[in-house]
């Protein structure tokens, strides 16, 4: 299995700018998990969806962070317009709801730079 | 205050110490403790989780989880520089492969050879 796919790896853009981040979840899981870390924060959940329905998203930041998951095998957060304290590493994550204590599974993130 | 609190370190120590990491937390409802293991540049990945209070051990690595003093540890015996890597403890209230997790800040660890 190619475990969970994200793209790009490294983005830096300037502040204003939009950004998207994509995710290809584990084929066959049905739980997707946006997170994104930082030195003094840690790793934060920002949203997770069930079955491509967004769960909880009350660690979204603000408006200017959207995520959609338009099928099982595909995933986006947008940051829209960027702004320099969104600089932090996304991760996302899947996992199979069905069996109990799964792990989630993680991507290797995107770094994202806003300038 | 944050609901989880780990050591954020560094920790150095030299080869075939053995390793303590700790996080304490304020939410009564977790009943899921994990730790992972994240390598420079990688996404975290599992490395043991344990269900409600008691130990859990897996070859070099133990879990101690004491519920009553809201307090976690990882013990690494026999270190390993492999074992060189930012270590994150996490926490859910339930199924934590469909749940929300509750992550420590990590620690970062070194082992040198």
């Known amino acids: 299995d190619a475990g969970v796919i994200q793209s790009p790896r490294h983005e830096v853009t300037e502040m204003g700018q939009e950004v998207t981040l994509r995710c290809k979840p584990i084929s066959g899981h049905n739980s997707l998990f946006w997170y994104r870390q930082t030195m003094m924060r840690g790793l934060e959940l920002l949203i997770y969806?069930?079955?491509?329905?967004?769960?909880?998203d009350s660690g979204m930041p603000e408006d200017r962070f959207s995520a959609k998951m338009p099928n099982a095998s595909f995933s986006t957060l947008k940051i829209q317009p960027s702004e320099p304290r969104d600089s932090a590493v996304y991760f996302c994550?899947?996992?199979?709801?069905?069996?109990?204590?799964?792990?989630?599974?993680f991507g290797p993130g995107t770094r994202l730079t806003v300038l | 205050q944050k609901e989880v609190e780990q050591d954020p370190g560094p920790l150095s120590v030299p080869e075939g110490a053995i390793v303590s990491l700790n996080c304490t937390y304020s939410?009564?409802?977790?009943?899921?403790f994990m730790w992972y293991r994240q390598y420079s540049r990688k996404g975290p990945e599992l490395l043991m989780y344990t269900y409600s209070s008691g130990n859990k051990e897996d070859g070099r690595f133990t879990a101690q989880v004491d519920k009553s003093s809201k307090y976690i540890s990882l013990f690494i015996r026999d270190s390993q520089p492999s074992d060189s890597a930012t270590y994150l403890c996490?926490?859910?209230?339930?199924?934590?492969?469909?749940?929300?997790?509750?992550f420590g800040t990590g620690t970062r660890l070194t082992i040198i050879p």
């Open positions: 996490a926490m859910s209230e339930s199924n934590f492969g469909n749940e929300k997790l509750t």
């Open positions: 994550a899947s996992s199979l709801v069905e069996r109990d204590s799964d792990t989630q599974y």
């Open positions: 969806f069930n079955n491509n329905v967004p769960i909880d």
């Open positions: 939410n009564s409802a977790f009943q899921y």
